[in-house]
Structures are given as C-alpha cells and as structure tokens.
C-alpha cells in the first residue's frame, strides 16, 4: 500500500507543491534514462505473497499487530486490514533451481506464520478474498495501525466525497455501501516482480500486459465476496471499486479509475509515469527535502521520492517501479494480477508459467501487442477476471498478417503459451527439473478445466445441494480448503 507517511493534513497550497515537485522527478528521470545510470541486466526477481488471518470457523481474525509482534522476522509486513499480512521475499537470479527454493522459503514463512498465529487464534489463509468476510468486519476501525492506511483512507472517501459503493454483478450480484476503503483489504495477491533495464522495458511490460489474461485463467482464486458468489476472480472489480476517487459523475465522463489495465502499448518506460503523474491526482502529497534536479545536477542519484509515493498511489495491474539499492538505481515491472494461493506449489508454478512467457513473448521477432489491439488485450483480461478456465480470448492467428479469432483460454494455453512459458524459462537458465515440474501444474489444471476459483464453486454447490446454509457451506468450504493446503498438493488434484 505503499511507504510509511507522516501524520497530519494537507494544505491548499500542499497539492501544487507536491505536482511541481513530480514534475522535477520525471525530469530528474528523463535524465537519469539519458545518463544510462541504471543497473547493469541482472534477471533479479521478487516476490510478495499477501495472506488473510482467519479463526478455527473461518472468520477474519483481526489480531495482524499481534502475530507481527510476536514474529522476530521483518519478513512479514501489514498490509491494509487488520486479518491481512504481507510477505516480501528477498531478490534472487532467475536460474537455476530458483523455483524450488521460493517453494521451500515460502513453506518455511507460512509454516512459521502459522504457528504464531495459532498463540492469538489465527491461521493464514492462502486465498484470493476469504469467502467467510460478511462486509460488516470492514470498517475504519479495522483499519491496521498506520498513518499511511489512515491518511490513505481520508484522501480517497474525501476526494469521493460519497460513500463506497460496490455493484458486481456475476453468478450473484452484490450491492452494498461503505464509509471507507476497508472493502479493499478483502483483496490478497501475490505480486511478482521482474528487474529490466530501460531499453528492454516497453518490451517486458507489454508483454505483462498481453501474459495477464492467461494468468488469471489458470490462476483465478477469488469467487466470493461478502457472501456472494461473483466472478471467478472477483479481486479485480472489487479493488477498482473500494479504491475508486471518483464520484459517479466523473467516472461517467470517463475520468480513470486508479485501479487501471491501462489504455494503449508503450515505448518506454517514461511513458508510464509521465500518465500517472498527467491523468492522477496526488493522495498524499508529501514532499521530501531531496531537490531531485539538483540531486542530479550534483552527480549523485535521487531517491524520487514524490513519484514512488504517487506511483504506489495508482494501482496498474502491471505497475513500473523505480528504486535505489546500494546507490543505484534500477527499473521493475510489478505484475499484480494473481490472486494468493491455493498452495505454494500452485503459487510457485503462476511464477514459472509468469516469468517463461514475459521472456518468451517480449523476445519474439514479431510481438503479438503488435497484431493485438490493446483494447482486445483489455478485453480478455475481463474475460479472464469474470469466466476464469473458461473464458474465450482474441488472439493473433499465426503467420504474417494474420488476423485475430476467438479462442478458448484453456486451448491457447496448452497449445501456444505453455511452450513459450517453456522456452522463457530455458532462456532464463532455469533447470529442467523446475521448468517441467512447475508447467506441468499449469497444464493439469488446463486439461481438468479446474482452478481455485473452480475448486471453491464446486465445493460451495455441493454443500448446498446437501442441505447447508449459505455460512455453514462457506465456512465448511474455509475450513476444508486449509485442510488441502497444508497438504501442497496442487488445487487441480484436490478431491471436492
């Protein structure tokens, strides 16, 4: 959700100063790009895993400061709503047995999350949006303690100036107002990140953007909210909508929303932050002392610190970063698509088909971004989010010129993009071993037509169909769900 902020309000004046100041930072980056100042290719990754806190039924647990407490790791953060904690795993070279080891170092965390969490009465679960969250727990008051969540939250229900108002309409639909942005903290996913340098940029992102609809095809997660079954992945309207600015008049004349696919293919990096700085206002607009031009005018390397603030403010689904370690600077596409679980391996395995298939299709000698229109590549993102395995894509046909057709997710997963994912990884240095182990759970659920989304609906009818309740079926769905997990089998061979 971004970095710690001071406390306090804002003045008149505090808006003006904080553009003026990001627009110093984008020339002080335009510079730094001319300069050639950035980190040499390295092929670093990253990852962060976002997890609910639940009780023995089921229900969100909201004790987050105190199983953070009781943690001597700084691996775990919070995230926004008190039954939330994040996961930062450390950069790592993509090669090798890399898989294998963040499968392992994640077993590791979550097992120690769990035990900690089990002295307050709270277990993680490893899951898009916990289908046993009422609404009525997500309130300011459940808010985690932060100036950022708070300052966060006052900006956003003030520049709204209304209540928020969430209407999805799927299977079910869901109708429902809050006085804050505590809906958004029914949201976890897991963000992957990639290092690239400026000239390989507009290439790997554009290629996240096209990568998008299939990873949430074969890795939706989230079919409920509030008790209602939506989409099959039902994060995505669910965080443009808790997090939406706009009042209904400015989203009718067609102002974008801060949770954006975006609208159009890149060329650069700059591009991207010159549109969030141009289309978004600022939310928190604190200024730094750092001078950036003058920074850069000195030789040294700034921090930016106003555009990485007001850029963890707009939440892309493929997200540029900039960040400084050990004195250099570097550039990082953040893929914020996938939802957290349903178990390590299914998480690890969204990773190796993620990596393989950005390198795959930013390498080939005729991108598929330029037979595809963006809006198309919108449009099966949504597809993707409401239908999950079983939406139908538009897709470049193969060969010069062709057109695009409609095709079924599933099919063009196994029959296109799972070898591409294969020779991304190969080009990446990644072992055999890993590459198949990995792709080989992306492709049972493709060929079982079953993900996590999938796995919870079907469990969800069947318990009904039985003679359970709406909460005794999800609650039992919860508690069944953590069973299979803690197993690691991956969610296309779990039993219903």
């Known amino acids: 959700m971004g970095a710690n902020v001071d406390s306090g309000g804002f003045g008149l004046a505090d808006r003006q100063r904080f553009r003026d100041r990001l627009h110093d930072c984008g020339e002080a980056l335009g510079q730094l790009l001319t300069d050639k100042a950035f980190d040499r290719p390295r092929a670093l990754i990253g990852l962060e895993v976002e997890v609910s806190l639940a009780d023995g039924l089921?229900?969100?647990?909201m004790v987050n400061e105190e199983v953070l407490t009781g943690m001597a790791t700084s691996d775990?953060?919070?995230?926004?709503?008190?039954?939330?904690?994040?996961?930062?795993?450390?950069?790592?070279?993509?090669?090798?047995?890399?898989?294998?080891?963040l499968a392992e170092e994640m077993r590791i965390a979550f097992g120690y999350a769990d035990r900690v969490g089990a002295e307050f009465g709270a277990r993680?679960?490893?899951?898009?949006?916990?289908?046993?969250?009422?609404?009525?727990?997500?309130?300011?008051s459940n808010l985690s303690a932060g100036d950022r969540y708070t300052r966060l939250n006052e900006q956003i229900m003030s520049a709204r100036g209304e209540l928020i108002s969430l209407d999805i309409t799927g299977a079910e639909t869901l109708r429902r107002t809050f006085d804050s942005i505590a809906p958004e903290s029914a949201c976890?996913?897991?963000?992957?990140?990639?290092?690239?340098?400026?000239?390989?940029?507009?290439?790997?992102?554009?290629?996240?953007?096209?990568?998008?609809?299939?990873?949430?095809?074969?890795?939706?997660?989230?079919?409920?909210?509030?008790?209602?079954?939506?989409?099959h992945e039902s994060r995505a309207p669910l965080f443009l909508q808790a997090t939406d600015s706009r009042p209904p008049e400015l989203a009718a004349q067609g102002v974008r929303p801060r949770s954006w696919f975006g609208e159009r293919w890149i060329e650069s990096v700059e591009e991207l932050f010159a549109e969030n700085i141009r289309y978004f206002p600022s939310l928190l607009p604190i200024c730094e002392e750092e001078d950036p031009l003058r920074t850069v005018a000195a030789g040294e390397i700034p921090r930016l610190g106003e555009m990485v603030l007001h850029n963890g403010t707009v939440y892309r689904w493929n997200r540029p970063v900039y960040a400084v370690a050990d004195g250099v600077p570097h550039l990082r596409v953040e893929n914020r698509v996938l939802p957290t679980g349903p178990t390590v391996t299914d998480m690890v395995a969204n990773a190796a088909f993620y990596y393989g298939l950005v390198r795959a299709l930013a390498e080939q000698p005729e991108p598929v971004w330029g037979r595809l229109p963006f809006?198309?590549?919108?449009?099966?993102?949504?597809?993707?989010?409401?239908?999950?395995?079983?939406?139908?894509?538009?897709?470049?046909?193969?060969?010069?010129?062709?057109?695009?057709?409609?095709?079924?997710?599933?099919?063009?997963?196994?029959?296109?993009?799972?070898?591409?994912a294969a020779s991304g990884l190969d080009s990446w240095g990644v072992s055999a071993t890993d590459r198949d182990h990995y792709l080989s759970v992306i492709e049972g659920r493709c060929r079982r037509r079953i993900t996590g989304?999938?796995?919870?609906?079907?469990?969800?009818?069947?318990?009904?169909?039985?003679?359970?309740?709406?909460?005794?079926?999800?609650?039992?769905?919860?508690?069944?769900y953590c069973e299979l997990a803690r197993t690691d089998e991956p969610v296309h061979l779990w039993p219903v």
């Open 58 to 61: 089921g229900a969100p647990r």
């Open 76 to 101: 775990f953060q919070s995230e926004l709503g008190k039954f939330t904690l994040e996961l930062n795993m450390a950069p790592r070279a993509l090669s090798g047995r890399v898989f294998d080891d």
């Open 124 to 140: 993680p679960v490893l899951i898009g949006i916990l289908p046993t969250i009422t609404g009525d727990e997500l309130g300011r």
């Open 188 to 231: 976890t996913a897991v963000q992957f990140h990639l290092q690239v340098t400026p000239d390989r940029f507009a290439e790997v992102w554009n290629a996240a953007q096209v990568a998008s609809a299939a990873q949430i095809a074969v890795g939706a997660n989230a079919p409920f909210a509030f008790g209602r079954e939506l989409w």
């Open 375 to 420: 809006a198309d590549a919108d449009r099966n993102f949504q597809a993707a989010c409401r239908h999950g395995i079983d939406a139908t894509f538009v897709w470049p046909r193969r060969g010069r010129g062709a057109s695009c057709e409609e095709t079924p997710a599933a099919e063009l997963v196994l029959g296109e993009l799972l070898p591409l």
């Open 453 to 480: 989304a999938g796995w919870q609906t079907r469990f969800y009818h069947r318990a009904v169909d039985g003679g359970a309740g709406r909460e005794a079926a999800l609650a039992e769905l919860v508690r069944r």
